[in-house]
RNA sequence: GGGAGCUUAGCUCAGCUGGUUUAGAGCACCUGCCUUACAAGCAGGGGGUCGUGAGUUCGAAUCUCGCAGCUCCCACCA
């Protein structure tokens, strides 16, 4: 067989993704296995794959093909999200582009422009996760607007409402005057702002008209001025005595406002004296209530002032505070102004500044929800990796309030509820029982009499039960009911890999719904895993432009050297800081592993050849190794601990099995390129194993090399094979075996040093242990003619010794030995290991430590005492010979 | 304003309940090599007073408390 020297991962990558889909190694069916389930976080269907999607679904396929190759039956279920606000302000954009406005459209022609819009954008990023080698069981792909998957969103609606844990309500919500729709308080981000406090003038008024004594108020927002139905002053504050129950005129419009008490206000901000504005603060709302004070909403839905303002109507809200602000002046009523840094609430979706606003939605019940929510995580029954998310997750679950699901939108599941020609309100899952329902009070009823809210819900409202409803979509209605067998079976599911700034936004609402429908968590681990960032630190953007394209970058290096790159560097909820060169490490250990093998596959195995005791020892050596590592690398990945198992098993292979193992065994001669059959057989059985360790995090070389690794039958793939046995390990005898690693070393750097060349043969000479079956080994690496034990240090001046252990070593250089060198560099030694124990023996003399230290500890630094005379008396040795 | 976390080599990080740690890894760096699997390679090497000050202890990178710097989350002072 002839393999190019070169591993070109673009000719192996496709062939064995289209091999795996064709024998359906991805489908999962409910047997009588041990399961293993997962879903996907669904990533929104305007989305196209960036780095950070390439991180999570990496970390999934290698939790998911690890389990896989431990023979549980594997369920990772793919699919997309909906995500109504980002996707329809993407149509919106996209209509206009075209000329049409949403506003000339009715619901269904809009939504139809929608759907065709999905249709062929939405499955780009599932196709993209192809690319990377996702083993997703695709037959399951679900999106979240599926016909299934939406009547689980309205039934589990009803069900709410019916059980009371759904409202209506008039609150104050997050409006988005930019998307036109209320957005939850997680969807609201507040940003350092600097703006401007405005001292204002509010005359107490005299018969409707202005007096001379005036109230000064700060405000930030002086262009709602017109909406202040009052002045509030702390109860407390000697300033304002005698004042409060006098009116004063709002400026410009002059309209009389009381004066109030109320302990709220603060007395030594501002100026103390606070405008009351209800309609568009939330504080100002509460106080009202308080007052039974009017509202008055100046701000149309698009944020510009409505009739009520009366002046500048029509202005939107922000050129209108520039306006005011001059119109103030001009009438005196601008006291003076400050520069201010304030927190400003923006929208997560559209970046436009939130407004307060006051209006009729739907909201979930939080605090029974989030109270048992949160004791799934507090009693370990759903773990957060890494755990230091578990305070964040309390903190929020015992702050949450309720939750505010309706969205002014037409994309997503529209609001099962109907409103009746008296008002009232009736919720069911369809208009037929809706119709029904209402015909209960009413018998006359028809269904055009029905009208339905036009809202949709909050996306999250929706995915909330994403790992109930891609197995049984009819539960989240019907919690009451038996789950069919594919929710019995895979719920719930084992592990979660999401990002930590969704851990509200879904994680914890997944464990509301599965407590709430399922009784019972939706997963048992939840791995946090940071944010890409660039090289530098920063977020990766589309406007820094240093966010490298996925589907390049798997061009460039294959896939698995990308999700190797990824692997390398990632550790659980700690932000990574991708750097290309991360992923040409990845890619070189991949074209290492592939020389690996043309090197033994090149080998000739010869039936009727008998090892010698150096290849025996050898196999030996490494089989315990090999032993070791899979331990390891059992324990790390079953702490999660990705990165540092990869580079566990990427040091094994490129540092002790080519560099030590192969070099070994390597037959001299070119001549001669045979091996015994039985050292071969071995090698290709560590291959194999080693195939087996690596498949999870670079699937398509090792699927590549496996299948090339013995005559394979189709149908046959390492993704679904177990990994071989692997037997016991001694770890003195590994150790051991480094310290011949260490002599080796130390031979070569003295060649290196003394510019020995390699074909030079040296001598060795040692007093002490040196095991006699590591000879040949020592022989082969360090290039020497002779290993031979001696009882004394040799008497001639030429030379070159050195400490392995406890172990002395000469090398007899003849005239190459630089006498005063070799004197310096033992003086350097003798002065470290005086050093080193004056501070041992000073732990020994110190009688408390012999008293209170336990016997261990005291037994160590006695055989570090020993050790350290022994070696100093050695070296003392060697500088009198010279 | 409240809370959480971080600070170990040039970079990214490990070091879990204090003692074989006068601290490890990978990358980067330096030196020498085209040694017949791989220059996407081979061999060798240097590099850290563990942010800072104190405390607890026989013993501190590790535990406690100040201080400084950084990051994230939460929050309605106009």
């Not at 789950?483 to 509200?504: G, H, Q």
């Not at 879904?506 to 009784?519: E, K, P, S, T």
């Not at 005086?834 to 012999?850: D, G, P, Q």
């Amino acid at each position: 067989m002839d393999l190019p020297a070169i591993y070109d991962p673009s000719i192996t990558e496709e062939k064995w993704y289209a091999y795996w889909l064709k024998h359906g190694f991805f489908r999962s069916v409910p047997d009588d296995r041990p399961k293993y389930s997962m879903v996907i976080p669904p990533p929104n269907v305007t989305g196209v794959l960036h780095m950070g999607h390439m991180l999570n679904n990496t970390i999934q396929d290698v939790l998911v093909r690890r389990a896989r190759m431990q023979g549980k039956n594997t369920c990772w279920v793919p699919g997309t999200d909906h995500a109504s606000i980002a996707t329809e302000a993407k149509v919106v954009a996209l209509l206009k582009e075209q000329g049409l406005e949403k506003s000339d459209m009715t619901r269904e022609t809009f939504l139809k422009y929608a759907w065709a819009w999905k249709e062929k954008h939405g499955n780009i990023i599932l196709e993209q996760l192809k690319k990377l080698g996702a083993s997703c069981d695709w037959e399951r792909t679900s999106f979240t607007m599926d016909p299934d998957m939406s009547r689980s969103v309205i039934e589990s609606f009803v069900y709410l409402y019916n059980k009371g844990l759904i409202y209506r309500g008039i609150r104050m919500v997050n409006w988005d005057p930019e998307g036109q729709t209320a957005v939850s308080d997680e969807e609201v981000i507040h940003r350092e702002v600097n703006e401007k406090l405005y001292y204002l003038k509010y005359f107490f008024s005299e018969n409707g008209k202005a007096g001379k004594e005036y109230l000064s108020i700060a405000t930030t927002r002086p262009e709602t001025i017109m909406a202040d139905v009052a002045v509030c002053v702390n109860p407390q504050d000697e300033r304002y005595v005698g004042m409060v129950g006098k009116k004063v005129l709002i400026p410009l419009i002059n309209k009389e406002i009381p004066v109030l008490a109320d302990d709220y206000v603060t007395m030594d901000f501002g100026t103390g004296c606070l405008k009351i504005t209800p309609a568009h603060d939330l504080n100002d709302y509460e106080i009202g209530l308080r007052h039974k004070l009017p509202v008055i909403d100046i701000l149309n839905p698009d944020g510009t002032l409505n009739e009520q303002a009366q002046v500048l109507v029509g202005e939107d809200r922000f050129e209108a505070r520039r306006k005011i602000r001059h119109m103030l002046e001009e009438n005196g009523c601008l006291e003076k102004e400050e520069p201010y840094i304030t927190q400003v609430g923006f929208s997560e979706r559209t970046d436009a500044v939130i407004e307060p606003r006051l209006s009729l939605q739907w909201f979930v019940k939080l605090e029974i929800l989030a109270k048992r929510a949160l004791a799934y995580v507090e009693d370990g029954n759903v773990k957060l990796i890494p755990n230091k998310y578990r305070n964040t997750y309390r903190h929020w679950m015992e702050t949450a309030r309720d939750w505010c699901i309706s969205r002014q939108l037409w994309w997503g599941q529209q609001i099962p509820a109907w409103t009746l020609p008296n008002g009232e309100v009736v919720v069911a899952s369809t208009a037929e029982e809706a119709l029904e329902l209402a015909r209960k009070n009413d018998p006359n009823l028809q269904a055009e009499d029905l009208v339905q809210d036009p809202d949709v819900v909050d996306t999250w409202f929706s995915s909330w039960l994403w790992p109930i409803s891609v197995f049984d979509p009819d539960k989240p209605g019907h919690p009451e009911k038996e789950s069919n067998k594919e929710l019995a079976y895979y719920y719930p599911t084992d592990d979660l890999v999401t990002a930590p700034d969704i851990l509200f936004f879904w994680v914890a609402r997944m464990v509301m719904a599965g407590d709430l429908f399922c009784n019972q968590k939706p997963f048992s681990n939840v791995y946090l895993t940071g944010m890409v960032r660039d090289k530098l630190g920063r977020k990766m953007s589309k406007s820094l432009g240093n966010s490298p394209d996925p589907i390049e970058l798997m061009d460039q290096y294959g896939a698995d050297g990308v999700r190797m790159g990824l692997m390398l560097c990632t550790s659980a909820g700690n932000d990574i800081l991708f750097d290309e060169s991360q992923v040409e490490q990845g890619r070189n250990f991949c074209n290492k592993v592939w020389n690996a093998y043309r090197l033994v596959r090149s080998w000739k195995r010869e039936e009727t050849m008998v090892p010698s005791d150096t290849l025996q020892e050898a196999v030996r050596w490494f089989s315990q190794l090999l032993a070791a590592t899979r331990y390891e690398v059992d324990d790390l990945l079953s702490k999660y601990r990705l990165s540092e198992a990869l580079m566990l098993l990427y040091k094994r292979f490129w540092d002790d099995f080519c560099s030590w193992y192969l070099e070994i065994i390597k037959p001299f001669t070119e001549e001669e390129r045979r091996l015994d059959a039985q050292t071969y057989d071995m090698t290709l059985q560590f291959f194999n194993i080693q195939l087996h360790l690596l498949h999870p995090f670079i699937p398509f070389i090792t699927e590549e090399l496996w299948q090339n690794l013995s005559e394979r039958t189709s149908g046959e793939s390492i993704m679904v094979s177990a990994v071989p046995q692997t037997g016991s390990f001694d770890k003195s005898a590994l150790d051991e075996f480094v310290r011949l690693q260490e002599m080796v070393v130390h031979i070569r750097g003295l060649r290196q040093s003394k510019q020995i060349p390699r074909k030079e043969e040296l001598d060795l000479l040692f007093k002490g242990s040196f095991p006699s079956k590591w000879h040949g080994i020592a022989m082969r690496m360090a290039g020497l003619k002779t290993v031979q034990q001696v009882h004394e240090a040799p008497s001639e001046v030429n030379v070159y010794t050195f400490l392995i252990g406890t172990t002395e070593c000469f090398v007899p250089l003849g005239t190459l030995l630089d006498i005063e060198e070799e004197k310096s560099k033992l003086h350097a030694e003798l002065t470290y290991y005086r050093k080193f124990l004056s501070s041992v023996e000073k732990k020994l003399a110190n009688e408390s430590f012999l008293q209170r230290a336990p016997r261990k500890v005291v037994d160590i630094e006695r055989k570090k005492q020993s050790d350290a005379k022994s070696k100093i008396k050695a070296l003392e040795k060697q500088l009198e010979l010279l």
